[in-house]
């Protein structure tokens, strides 16, 4: 039996949208990027050491979305050497700013502002012991993460079109 031109065609772009996928951005690998947010959640219970790995977690996460983003730049036919390495460049630099502000710094920041918060609201409002003052303090810190997450991208987004991304224009948003 023969395939038809039908599904021919279907399997085409079937895996045509499959190369699509972005890894680090449309599949799980994702949240390897809130690692510190869940990490500054739990920064009542847990040794420092352990919230500093979450940290290197998504740092790591950071880095492999740069190179990927670096090496789909560099398979990509370029007129000259020199053009490719800049693209390449600038692929991984605004890559690697993009996650290390919308992924690292900012929700980690915000996590740790939203847990210190609280906690200090628990601790001068009432008369729960410690033990359940550091649980709700980390639950309304996981609980906040799904609600910071795209705000803070979109905001980075925009604040890097308008600011660094005017002296290297990147050939597409990554």
Known sequence: ???SPTNEN???KQQRELQ??????DTPIRYLGYANEIGEAFRSMLPI???KATYVIALGYATA????KSRKEHKKTWPTVE???KQVGIAAADTFLWQALASVAIPGFTINRV???TGELLKRSTRLPVSI???TTTFIGLGVIPFIVHPIDSAVEIGMDKTVRQFYKPTTHL
């Open 49 to 51: 050491i352990a919230v």
């Open 10 to 12: 279907s399997f085409d």
């Open 83 to 85: 053009e490719r390495r």
């Open 133 to 135: 003052q550091k649980w």
């Open 20 to 25: 699509q996928i972005d890894l680090y951005r």
């Open 1 to 3: 039996m023969s395939d």
């Open 65 to 68: 979305d740069a190179l990927d």
């Open 115 to 117: 847990c210190y918060f």
